[in-house]
T-cell receptor, first 113, second 114 residues
């Protein structure tokens, strides 16, 4: 099993460009999450999807949109990238929304110039 | 959301037991306490979770006092490969309004010295 797979692993954007980070899990989990991690900081929740067909804002949702395409896939879109969105983005999944055991992907490093 | 406080960093020699304490004064009745480990350039990895008293698994123990306002992660006989950042998380209560959140603090950077 691959677990949680994120693409791309690295991306450089210019200010104002758009892009989508893709995430897929093969563990048949119901809940999926997007976090960002800035240097020397903990992870901050951007958006989450408790189950297929639902999405909710986390701590720092501004500037992002998400789509829960199906049970396996949860994408994060930056419509107009800004330098403040330079970060490492982690996708995670869990069996249900009320469990503390999250499984994380390897991360996607995004630089916005 | 319950806020957690952990030491920013700790050093330990190989073979020693390491205890990392996390305080969470406003933990809610339904909240669980979970610890994660993160290596550089990797996503966090689940270590252990508990609600009260003591929980032990193959890699760590978690001690939670009766008032649940703090918790201690215990790593027995650490090795160099245990050098990582350790995060304490509190809060898995799901509200009907969809405000479920799992918040990571800055964590504790553990450095294991040969």
């Amino acid at each position: 099993n691959a677990g949680v797979t994120q693409t791309p692993k690295f991306q450089v954007l210019k200010t104002g460009q758009s892009m989508t980070l893709q995430c897929a899990q093969d563990m048949n989990h119901n809940s999926m999450y997007w976090y960002r991690q800035d240097p020397g900081m903990g992870l901050r929740l951007i958006y989450y999807s408790a189950s297929e067909g639902t999405t909710d804002k986390g701590e720092v949702p501004n500037g992002y949109n998400v789509s829960r395409l199906n049970k396996r896939e949860f994408s994060l879109r930056l419509e107009s990238a800004a330098p403040s969105q330079t970060s490492v983005y982690f996708c995670a999944s869990s069996e249900a929304e009320n469990t503390g055991e999250l499984f994380f992907g390897e991360g996607s490093r995004l630089t916005v110039l | 959301l319950a806020k957690t406080t952990q030491p920013i960093s700790m050093d330990s020699y190989e073979g020693q037991e390491v205890n990392i304490t996390c305080s969470h004064n406003n933990i809610a009745t339904n909240d669980y306490i979970t610890w994660y480990q993160q290596f550089p350039s990797q996503g966090p990895r689940f270590i252990i979770q508990g609600y009260k008293t003591k929980v032990t698994n193959e890699v760590a123990s978690l001690f939670i006092p009766a008032d649940r306002k703090s918790s201690t992660l215990s790593l027995p006989r650490v090795s160099l490969s245990d050098t990582a950042v350790y995060y304490c998380l509190v809060g898995y209560t799901y509200s009907g309004a969809g405000s479920y959140q799992l918040t990571f603090g800055k964590g504790t950077k553990l450095s294991v010295i040969p």
